[in-house]
């Protein structure tokens, strides 16, 4: 990986996505520059208001561009004359690349999101397996995972699903081998470096530690998190949840 000395990724390739999309791709690690580099070229694809971008899709270290491939070749050949797509998305990268601002840090400044998650043994039905097989004791777990603040990465698995980084090495720790057919709603996981809340009751293999009573996934106001949020959970007790649950009447 290139980096200059205020650490700006530079390895960006271009890629056509069948015929209805680009895809612009850093290297394939999770990393703070990365995502902040993503999103930044996110902000400026949506600043020029090209005519047939239909969507706009970041993720860890690509960004994807969904358009209407009559539109935007229009746009192409007014603007550029011969120039095809790829010579087009290189062309993005380029003024993106020369602007100014990308001088400063590579950071996410985005507010912090305070996801309240209770950690009783109920709900942190692996809690007690990561104890044993990390050596670390159930309350120590706890205040590792509470005292990160963890960036959204990507959104998927299932409707409203944020995988987040990155978990301290200390309780970092592998999928189960085999999924749980049921796993509950608002349920907090832990895999290997990634951390993350299931929106909804769904078969799933991650390491449950806690359950929050925040939904943050439901038909009308969608997903409660967006690539480049950045989250940090806090410890709440029994009472607290049961009396918060936002699940309750599902």
């Known amino acids: 990986m290139k980096q200059n000395e205020n650490h700006r990724i530079k390895d960006w390739q271009v890629h056509h996505l069948g015929d209805h999309a680009i895809v612009f791709v850093l290297p394939a690690i999770m990393n703070e520059s990365i ?4 999103m930044q070229f996110n902000l400026f694809i949506e600043s020029k208001k090209i ?7 970041p993720s860890y270290h ?3 561009i969904i358009y209407d491939i ?4 229009k746009t192409i050949l007014e ?3 011969s120039m095809d797509l790829i010579e087009f998305g290189n062309k993005l990268l380029a003024e993106f690349l020369d602007e100014p601002t990308l001088e400063k840090e590579n950071k996410l400044e985005n507010e912090i999101i305070k996801i ?3 950690y009783d043994i109920d709900f942190g039905i692996d809690l007690k397996i990561i104890s044993e097989l990390k050596k670390i004791n159930m309350d120590e777990i ?5 005292s990160s603040i963890y960036n959204v990465y990507c959104l998927g698995f299932m409707p409203g699903f944020a995988y987040m980084g990155k978990v301290n090495e200390l309780i970092q720790i592998s999928r189960h081998s085999k999924p749980r057919p049921l796993v509950p709603a608002g349920s907090v996981g832990i895999a290997g470096e990634q951390t993350g809340i299931y929106p909804m009751n769904a078969p799933g293999g991650w390491q449950i530690i806690g359950r929050t009573p925040i939904k943050i996934f439901d038909p009308i106001h969608l997903a409660k998190f967006k690539v480049g949020d950045r989250i940090q959970f806090y410890s709440i007790d029994k009472a607290t949840y049961l009396a918060t649950n ?3 009447n599902n």
């Open 79 to 81: 603007s550029f004359t």
């Open 116 to 118: 309240p998650v209770c």
């Open 62 to 64: 690509s960004l994807t």
């Open 142 to 146: 706890i205040k590792i995972h509470t």
């Open 35 to 38: 995502i902040a580099q993503i």
């Open 70 to 73: 009559l539109l935007l070749q």
């Open 246 to 248: 936002e699940y309750s």
């Open 51 to 57: 005519n047939g971008i239909k969507d706009r899709i």
